[in-house]
């Protein structure tokens, strides 16, 4: 009985976790659609998104992780910058650049040009070490077929 009650449990808890990911990935209504990308163990999760050019989609951030990261979402100019640069802090002054505190939770949206469409942008952590560590993930652009 008790063992029917766990398991019981374990897939009502599948169950819940299937609905979440399917609202986070299901469009806001507005125009936005809404991705999760988890940071864990200083990776993404996902790390490869797919957006539509010229949609708008608002990232949710959520680090999992006991210690700071930051999302930061650009081409190869704007990583390179950040990986080279002192610039710590990211509170949502500029569009897909978000830093992220340990354990806590932060949001960015990101309009994607139409000019886009072919290309592939990069999200990335650039405090030190993570990027090396390979703390990184894509976004292709691309009109469903
Ligand atoms: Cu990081």
Redesign the pocket.
């Known amino acids: 009985m008790r063992a029917l009650r766990l398991l019981l449990v374990v897939a009502l808890c599948g169950v819940a976790t299937l609905v979440v990911v399917r609202a986070a990935g299901s469009p806001a209504g507005d125009g936005e659609r809404t991705v999760v990308v988890t940071?864990r163990h200083?990776r993404f999760e996902p790390a490869a998104v797919r957006a539509e050019p010229g949609e708008r989609v608002r990232f949710v951030l959520r680090n999992t992780?006991p210690?700071?990261?930051?999302f930061i979402l650009g081409d190869d100019g704007v990583q390179r910058r950040h990986e080279q640069g002192r610039e710590r802090e990211h509170h949502g002054e500029v569009p897909g650049e978000r830093s992220v505190a340990a354990g806590q939770e932060a949001v960015t949206t990101y309009a994607f040009p139409a000019s886009l469409d072919g290309r592939a942008l990069e999200f990335a952590?650039?405090?030190p070490g993570?990027y090396a560590y390979g703390?990184r993930g894509k976004v292709t652009v691309q009109s469903a077929a």
């Open positions: 940071m200083s992780d210690i700071d990261h930051e952590c650039h405090l993570h703390m």
